[in-house]
């Protein structure tokens, strides 16, 4: 039996190099449009950025709600996205809660239910806190309010992401 030798011919041979080279050289060009288009998506989001919420004077022992905005960038697309956090001074401590329910996600209001006197209140499925946060036991939500990222400079209140209670 003979062996069948493979040769490859001149014009496969064109062809081959032709076809690496071509496609090295496009790979070449695509790349930074890719890196380009989905840059935006793959920058990390500034972790630390606080934003002006309230002036220190206008904060008391009593929770009060503050609204404001945050520039929002979702890839290409910004907007301003509003906040709304309940600040009160502890001693000289100010604290800012999240009013953002840990049961489902609807908005506690503070000392808004008779049945619940000096407690954030939950009115979608009767959830309560206590003033520093702290869920109600058999009440629904299972975990504290967060707290957010927060810091004073020049008599102003600024706030960053809310982060679960002890990682703020
Ligand atoms: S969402 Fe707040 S108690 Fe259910």
Redo the contacts with the bound molecule.
């Keep these: 039996m003979s062996e069948k030798k493979h040769r490859v011919s001149r014009r496969q041979f064109l062809n081959y190099t032709l076809t690496g080279v071509g496609g090295f050289m496009a790979a070449g060009m695509l790349m930074p449009m890719v890196r380009f288009a989905l840059d935006p998506v793959l920058r990390p989001q500034a972790e630390t950025d606080l934003v002006a919420v309230a002036d220190v004077a206008d904060i008391t022992a009593e929770p009060k709600r503050f609204d404001y905005k945050i520039d929002q960038v979702d890839a290409w697309y910004k907007s301003e996205e509003p906040k709304s956090a309940w600040v009160y001074k502890d001693g000289d401590k100010v604290v800012a809660l999240s009013p953002v ?6 908005t ?1 209001n503070w000392n808004s239910d008779p049945g619940n006197p000096n407690r954030f209140f ?7 806190y206590e003033k520093d946060g702290k869920n109600v036991p058999g ?3 299972l975990a504290p309010l967060d707290v957010y990222v927060s810091e004073v400079k020049d008599g102003k209140l600024y706030l960053g992401k809310a982060k679960p209670r002890g990682e703020a």
């Design positions: 329910c840990k049961h489902l996600g609807c506690v939950c009115p979608c499925h009767y959830g309560a009440t629904p939500p």
